[in-house]
């Protein structure tokens, strides 16, 4: 069986046209019997950022290498994923700080990479991570563009060999049809899933 870890960053929710793109992309891999699917919905998490106690307290569990703590538990379920579907949409050229408070969470020393003489090394057992993001304005081959770009860079810190992404962009600027632009962006996804 395929565990497969899906990272829910559609903040609008059923108004997410990002989750669109996704729904379609779960409902083809849960057609199959290989596949199991976890969902994570980051809106309903208590996520917290790393400041002052909350910040101490990591120090001192590594420290004692106590990875057994409960606030560990998003770091654990991610590096133990054999895929990993991230779905948020394209904010302020980047995504949502929601789910940089969750990648701050689940970068643990320990747990998702390992560091020794040599530098850093990933610890995650995921073979793909999948980014699903729809855009208002159209960032395709753009420099401007960070989220796709800072999430696949944090894959090889994870260890996590293959990154892809499927975009939909220019959902907002009225020259084409917003469900013409979803579905193409659907087939794309569909196609990379097939084999996923
Ligand atoms: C807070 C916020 C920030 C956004 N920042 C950008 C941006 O930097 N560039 C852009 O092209 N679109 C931006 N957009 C538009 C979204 O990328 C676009 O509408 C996207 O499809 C929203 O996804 P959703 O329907 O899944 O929520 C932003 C939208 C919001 C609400």
């Known amino acids: 069986m395929v565990k497969v870890l899906y990272i829910d960053c559609c903040i609008r929710r059923d108004q997410s046209r990002t989750r669109i793109l996704t729904e379609a992309v779960l409902e083809a891999l849960q057609a199959k019997e290989a596949y199991q699917v976890e969902r994570l919905c980051l809106m309903d ?9 909350f910040f101490a307290q ?3 569990l590594l420290a004692e290498h106590d990875y057994l703590h409960p606030r560990f538990r998003y ?8 895929r990993v579907i991230v779905a948020a949409p394209f904010w302020d050229l980047g995504f949502p700080s929601l789910l940089k408070l969750y990648i701050e969470n689940i970068s643990v020393d320990g747990i998702t990479f390992g560091v020794d003489e040599r530098g850093t090394h990933g610890l995650c ?28 860079a944090l894959c090889e810190f994870w260890g996590i060999p293959r990154f892809d992404v499927v975009a939909a962009d220019g959902l907002d600027l ?3 049809e917003v469900k013409t632009i979803l579905d193409c962006a ?11």
């Open 186 to 196: 659907i087939e794309e996804a569909l196609t990379l899933v097939g084999n996923f």
């Open 75 to 82: 770091a654990h379920q991610f590096s133990q994923a054999n």
């Open 45 to 53: 998490e208590p996520l917290m950022p790393l400041s002052e106690g």
């Open 174 to 176: 009225g020259r084409e």
């Open 125 to 152: 057992k995921a073979e793909r991570l999948l980014f699903l993001t729809t855009r208002g304005g159209d960032y395709r081959n753009s420099k401007l563009e960070m989220g796709a770009r800072y999430l696949g």
């Open 58 to 60: 990591r120090e001192s």
